[in-house]
């Protein structure tokens, strides 16, 4: 069983930054294509992005372009979510997922068997 570990979740102003980072607990994250999702009190999950297992794919949810950015280093077997300009209603918990596929990536959170407990990012002044 994979397990996913988030990190970099924290408080952050409004226009800020914070750079989340998902590892696997058995250092294996450079086999498997990685989504990224959160959820919010009170909503639905939804998804921010996707990485494919190479890096070489990437597809990030059309409302979160030019803010968000999903970046991977396979040397050090991690997985980045960079937000940027952050907003109020960003204020969630963000989770990563993994499938092992050659596939690019999906934003289908049902494609996804492992996940991460996620990481608490709050946007406040």
């Known amino acids: 069983q994979l397990q996913l570990v988030e990190s970099g979740g924290g408080l952050a102003q409004p226009g800020g930054s914070l750079t989340l980072s998902c590892v696997a607990a058995?250092?294996?994250?450079?086999?498997?294509?990685i989504g990224w999702f959160r959820q919010a009190p009170g909503k639905e999950r939804e998804a921010v992005g996707c990485?494919?297992?190479?890096?070489?794919?990437?597809n990030i949810v059309e409302a979160f372009k030019g803010r968000f950015t999903i970046l991977r280093d396979n040397a050090r077997r991690k997985v980045f979510l960079l937000l940027t300009r952050l907003k109020p209603e960003d204020t969630a918990t963000y989770s990563c997922?993994?499938?092992?596929?050659?596939?690019?990536?999906?934003?289908?959170?049902?494609?996804?068997?492992?996940w991460g407990q996620g990481t608490q990012v709050t946007v406040s002044s």
């Open positions: 990485i494919s297992r190479s890096g070489g794919f990437t």
């Open positions: 058995d250092n294996t994250l450079d086999q498997y294509s």
């Open positions: 997922s993994a499938i092992a596929t050659d596939y690019k990536c999906s934003l289908n959170s049902d494609v996804y068997p492992y």
